[in-house]
């Protein structure tokens, strides 16, 4: 079976279930929409992205949040945390259904080094979301900075 890559672009321009043909399957090509995701701040397009069973699993929070729900709302509150000009990906490793993405960005005079650990199922929807943080100063803030983010979401 042949499998066509399903981008944000094809979202973007309405066709929200492509048309599949027997014996073709679509499937999103995860990374590259993560990256436009992120770089226009598109909130609205997690949820074509992540499955209903996503996890997501915070540096500060000792439980996995599981649930499409619940991952969107945390990634939705990183993008803004994250999401100034500083922000940027140094290195990435990527296989057939998982990558690891290292970030490094500047908060309030703090260099954050991180890593996005990212895991796919057959239809590039994400399944399981980790990210790594260090130093322990960048974990105390992006603590703070998270929790004021989603504290007026509750």
């Known amino acids: 079976m042949t499998c066509r890559l399903w981008s944000l672009q094809d979202f973007a321009q309405g066709v929200h279930s ?13 990374i590259a929409t993560w990256h436009k995701l992120l770089a226009t701040k598109d909130v609205g397009g997690l949820d074509a992205l992540l499955a209903d069973n996503a996890v997501f699993h915070s540096p500060v929070v000792h439980a996995p949040q599981v649930g499409k729900a619940l991952t969107q709302r945390y990634l939705a509150a990183a993008f803004g945390v994250f999401g100034n000009a500083s922000f940027r990906y ?26 996005d ?3 796919w199922d057959g239809d590039g929807k994400i399944t399981d979301f980790k990210v ?9 803030l992006i ?3 998270m929790a004021a983010t989603l504290q007026p979401m509750h």
């Open 18 to 30: 492509p048309p599949i043909k027997r014996g073709e399957c679509m499937a999103i090509d995860t």
């Open 90 to 115: 140094v290195r990435e490793v990527v296989g057939k259904s998982d990558a690891m993405l290292e970030f490094q960005v500047e908060i309030d005079a703090i260099t954050v080094n991180g890593v």
């Open 117 to 119: 650990m990212i895991k």
């Open 132 to 140: 790594m943080i260090r130093p322990l100063k960048a974990i105390n």
């Open 143 to 145: 603590h703070q900075k």
